[in-house]
């Protein structure tokens, strides 16, 4: 069965450090992969996807995602974080008609 | 937000009474999907449909059923509510956006069993 898998429930960096959030996922045929970010008491907001083509996604917000098939890995990076960077991160993975989702990160951003 | 529709957005209910959550789309999307979401857990799946009249299960369908007879509503019924069915539920539709498929999100509806 396919499974997603976060690194990290939590993960703090200071402003303007670089953030790093880890996914890893488990399939035998590459499939779609999501961010999502979810703000408290919000619903959840696409990031970046990569389907297709280039393997370095750029998405909202400064982050990007490199797809490494080699690795199974689809890890989140920003190369300088903000205050309003913080929220919880889940990678997810759509293979034959589901979404799946990992345990999320939970990224705090200190002053 | 492909016009996703969660009702109610919070509900309290007892131990042992039924409970339907309802989830309208207003674009005729195939595929729905109903998640929980729970602290250290993420987001897991319970159900999910490609059409009227076709569901199937998820990763943590035991004591919920779903139903959809007709494309743009997806009900999601605890049939005997548990404490452990207290969670943020999330349904969702995917989408080919012309750059490939993409899942979209409704707000939620915080479920509390007491």
């Known amino acids: 069965a396919q499974s997603v898998t976060q690194l990290g429930s939590h993960v703090s960096v200071s402003e303007g450090a670089l953030v790093l959030l880890r996914c890893n996922y488990s399939?035998?045929?590459?499939?779609?992969l999501f961010w999502y970010v979810q703000y408290p008491n919000q619903g959840l907001q696409l990031l970046l996807k990569?389907?297709?083509?280039?393997?370095l996604v750029k998405g909202i917000n400064g982050f990007e995602a490199e797809f490494k098939k080699s690795e199974t890995s689809f890890h989140l990076t920003k190369p300088s974080a903000h205050m309003s960077d913080a929220a919880e991160y889940f990678c997810?993975?759509?293979?034959?008609?589901?979404?799946?989702f990992g345990t999320g990160t939970r990224l705090q951003v200190f002053p | 937000d492909a016009g996703i529709t969660q009702s109610p957005r919070h509900k309290v209910t007892e131990t042992g009474t039924p409970v339907t959550l309802r989830c309208h789309q207003t674009e005729n999307h195939r595929y729905m999907y109903w998640y929980r979401q729970d602290p250290g857990h993420g987001l897991r799946l319970i159900h999910y449909?490609?059409?009227?009249?076709?569901?199937d299960k998820g990763e943590v369908s035991d004591g919920y059923s779903v139903s959809r007879s007709k494309t743009e509503d997806f009900l999601l019924t605890l049939e005997s509510a548990t404490s452990s069915q207290t969670s943020v539920y999330f349904c969702?539709?995917?989408?080919?956006?012309?750059?490939?498929?993409?899942?979209?999100f409704g707000q939620g509806t915080r479920l509390t069993v007491v």
């Open positions: 990569y389907t297709t083509g280039a393997t």
């Open positions: 399939s035998s045929v590459p499939p779609y």
């Open positions: 449909s490609y059409g009227v009249k076709d569901t």
């Open positions: 969702a539709i995917s989408a080919y956006t012309g750059s490939g498929t993409e899942a979209f």
């Open positions: 997810a993975a759509y293979n034959t008609d589901k979404l799946i």
